[in-house]
């Protein structure tokens, strides 16, 4: 199976311990083991880049208004929630998710953000392969769910979830 893409970006991020014995470019279903768990880091985000997202796609003064902010809730500028999703997808798709077998995302479920994401926070991703099990109804492939935790520094996740993938198999049974 060829890789869907064949520029992709240069990962912007990098492994903080054990990683994969496959690299992500030839990782199947077999390699993601239940149990697994991996870090990688480390990813930030700016005032101004937190602040440019939101105007395109989340324009809620916690987010935008500098003074508003600073005299809300939080104390200052949070990014929105899914800018954290778009940074934690970034660590995700550059590191964890099969560039070669990735098929396809039924979906994501107990999307939360525990804490905000503020302005230089740097982020690490932790993610465990919290199960992994041949789809019965097509062999070519697997279907798993990962545990992930977007963490900044002080170890508080500012985004938790649970993603499923469908992943190609290696040797189809």
């Known amino acids: ?5 064949s520029s992709r970006p240069a990962p912007t ?17 077999e390699d993601y083991v ?22 395109q796609f989340d324009p809620q003064a916690i987010h935008i208004d500098r003074d508003y902010a600073r005299s809300g ?14 940074l934690m997808m970034r660590m995700f798709a550059d590191h ?5 077998a990735s098929l396809a995302s039924p979906g994501i479920d107990e999307v939360r953000w525990p804490a905000p994401l503020r302005p230089g ?14 789809s019965k109804s097509k062999p070519d492939r697997g279907l798993i769910f990962t545990d992930a935790a977007l963490i900044n ?14 992943i190609a198999r290696r040797n189809p049974g």
């Open 1 to 5: 199976m060829s890789a869907p893409h």
């Open 13 to 29: 991020t990098r492994c903080l311990g054990t990683d994969f014995t496959s690299p992500v470019d030839d990782r199947y279903f």
């Open 34 to 55: 239940e149990g697994g768990t991996y870090e990688y880091g480390h990813l930030s985000a700016t005032e101004d880049e937190i602040v440019e997202y939101a105007r």
């Open 73 to 86: 809730p939080f104390g200052g500028i949070i990014a929105s929630g899914w800018h954290t999703a778009s």
């Open 96 to 100: 964890y998710l099969t560039h070669n």
């Open 121 to 134: 926070d740097q982020l690490k991703l932790r993610v465990t392969t919290a199960e992994a099990r041949p």
């Open 153 to 166: 520094a002080d170890d508080l996740p500012v985004m938790t979830l649970r993603a499923m993938n469908m």
